[in-house]
T-cell receptor, first 114, second 112 residues
Framework: DAGVIQSPRHEVTEMGQEVTLRCKPI?????LFWYRQTMMRGLELLIY????????DSGMPEDRFSAKMPNASFSTLKIQPSEPRDSAVYFC????????????FGPGTRLTVL | GENVEQHPSTLSVQEGDSAVIKCTYS??????FPWYKQELGKRPQLIID?????GEKKDQRIAVTLNKTAKHFSLHITETQPEDSAVYFC???????????FGKGTRLSVIA
């Protein structure tokens, strides 16, 4: 398995633009997590899904953030409109299958909002 | 909800010495405690984990200990090498259906 896949790896955009981050979890995993990492706040859980259903989105900072999981192999995190303070590394992670506790991270998307 | 505290935030050791990173958690129902290593510009990667029915686990130079009564767990790295330099995160969760809560991380520097 290729592991968790994220795209793009780097995104530079201007304030006010829409940003869409993409994630493909490991096949067979039924949990998917979106995290944001910054120096100041560390690793923050934004939202997580179980069997494509959002379970807890209390970490989503504002209504500008939204996430979807239309099927078991794809999820998106959208920011509209983006702001400079959204600049961070966004990680997707998945969990499930035979290793029921082990959470695997994707390579992350480094977002810079100018 | 769960709260995980991690200390120290930075740690410098001489190559060959041991390094110890400590974490405490607040939710007595937590029963899964992984440790992740994150190298600069890379993703967090699991290096070792421990479940609540075990007090200690070792994997070569890395060991983790768990004290459920005191609600703390520690990562021990022996014979440190320069490639051990990274940020280490502890985490805690209930089994399966609850997400990991991460500590703030410890930046370990191994000085050759």
């Amino acid at each position: 398995d290729a592991g968790v896949i994220q795209s793009p790896r780097h995104e530079v955009t201007e304030m006010g633009q829409e940003v869409t981050l993409r994630c493909k979890p490991i096949s067979g995993h039924d949990y998917l997590f979106w995290y944001r990492q910054t120096m100041m706040r560390g690793l923050e859980l934004l939202i997580y899904f179980n069997n494509n259903v959002p379970i807890d989105d209390s970490g989503m900072p504002e209504d500008r953030f939204s996430a979807k999981m239309p099927n078991a192999s794809f999820s998106t995190l959208k920011i509209q409109p983006s702001e400079p303070r959204d600049s961070a590394v966004y990680f997707c992670a998945s969990l499930g299958g035979t290793e029921a506790d082990t959470q695997y991270f994707g390579p992350g998307t480094r977002l810079t909002v100018l | 909800g769960e709260n995980v505290e991690q200390h120290p935030s930075t740690l410098s050791v001489q190559e060959g010495d041991s390094a110890v990173i400590k974490c405490t958690y607040s939710d007595s129902a937590s029963n899964y405690f992984p440790w992740y290593k994150q190298e600069l510009g890379k993703r967090p990667q699991l290096i070792i984990d421990i479940r609540s029915n075990v007090g200690e686990k070792k994997d070569q130079r890395i060991a983790v200990t768990l004290n459920k009564t005191a609600k703390h767990f520690s990562l021990h790295i022996t014979e440190t090498q320069p490639e051990d330099s990274a940020v280490y995160f502890c985490a805690a969760s209930g089994r399966g259906n609850t997400p990991l809560v991460f500590g703030k991380g410890t930046r370990l520097s191994v000085i050759a």
